[in-house]
């Protein structure tokens, strides 16, 4: 088993902050209320199963269905914007890291899948993004990245109870920061927040989804990827912290910088 893979540059603590701060570069009001925000979340309903009927396209084109894409075998179902540059990027990476530290093995003891929530995402932009934040290896060669009809997509979205929202004024969608695990017959066994996301939850989550059993799914994820608040003029709470920890990390780097050069130009 190959060893924990470090993080994909986009989740490199100096990258993050530029890479929040340019997904929220752009026009200073968002469109979407309080009570549009109210409907976002994650919260599957009991006994949520997701269509396997449903069809997709992956980044070679080819046709498949949400059956096919998981084969019988227990899945980290990931939403995702795949022009998203708020949070999607690194709740990628710090799952993909999660998953290779599991022990198990990628396309044989699980299936990651992504699913593209922005139709105007193509496969090349969700090719692009996939292997920025995963980087190479079993797991992105193993991984089913998925893009389709905004129909299809919702019918998925809203078996499992993975709610979100488009903001015609900023382009961008209001979505949760979360993620499932589904057992190999589509049904919701777990949901999870990637950026909280441990490799011994993540690891028992698929071995009991692939035994066929299911969690409780009483709690509702709220975590959001959407970077503003339109009512207040500020950054959201999870915006918040990953800008004052990568500016934190940030500092310290170029402060360790700092010191390095100073002590290489001092005299032997």
């Given at each position: 088993m190959r060893p924990a893979r470090r993080l994909g540059p986009a989740a490199r603590p100096s990258v993050v902050?530029?890479?929040?701060?340019?997904?929220?570069?752009?026009?200073?009001?968002?469109?979407?209320?309080?009570?549009?925000l109210s409907g976002v979340g994650?919260?599957?309903?009991?006994?949520?199963?997701?269509?396997?009927?449903?069809a997709f396209t992956d980044t070679a084109g080819r046709r498949l269905s949400l059956g096919q894409a998981l084969d019988g075998r227990p899945a980290l179902l990931m939403p995702l914007?795949?022009?998203?540059?708020?949070?999607c990027?690194?709740?990628?990476?710090?799952?993909?890291?999660?998953?290779?530290?599991?022990?198990?093995?990628?396309?044989?003891?699980?299936?990651?899948?992504?699913?593209g929530i922005n139709p105007r995402a193509d496969a090349g932009t969700a090719r692009t993004m996939v292997a920025g934040q995963l980087g190479p290896g079993p797991l992105l060669d193993s991984a089913t990245v998925l893009t389709g009809a905004p129909g299809t997509v919702e019918a998925v979205t809203r078996a499992v109870g993975y709610a979100y929202a488009y903001d015609r004024d900023t382009e961008s969608y209001a979505h949760p920061a979360g993620a499932l695990v589904l057992t190999g017959d589509g049904r919701v066994a777990r949901a999870l927040s990637p950026l909280a996301m441990t490799a011994r939850?993540?690891?028992?989550?698929?071995?009991?989804?692939?035994?066929?059993?299911?969690?409780?799914?009483?709690?509702?994820?709220l975590l959001l990827c959407y970077g503003y608040d339109p009512q207040t003029g500020?950054?959201?709470?999870?915006?918040?912290?990953?800008?004052?920890?990568?500016?934190?990390?940030?500092?310290?780097?170029?402060?360790?910088?700092?010191?390095?050069?100073?002590?290489?130009?001092?005299p032997a």
């Open positions: 902050a530029g890479a929040v701060l340019l997904g929220l570069a752009g026009p200073a009001a968002a469109g979407l209320t309080p009570r549009d994650l919260a599957p309903p009991p006994g949520a199963r997701a269509p396997l009927e449903a914007d795949y022009a998203c540059r708020n949070v990027d690194p709740m990628l990476a710090v799952a993909g890291t999660a998953l290779a530290a599991t022990g198990l093995t990628p396309g044989t003891d699980y299936r990651l899948v992504t699913l939850d993540l690891r028992l989550a698929l071995v009991e989804a692939g035994e066929g059993r299911v969690g409780a799914l009483s709690d509702r994820l500020i950054y959201t709470p999870l915006i918040r912290r990953i800008l004052t920890a990568s500016g934190l990390a940030t500092v310290l780097a170029i402060a360790g910088l700092v010191l390095w050069l100073h002590r290489r130009s001092r």
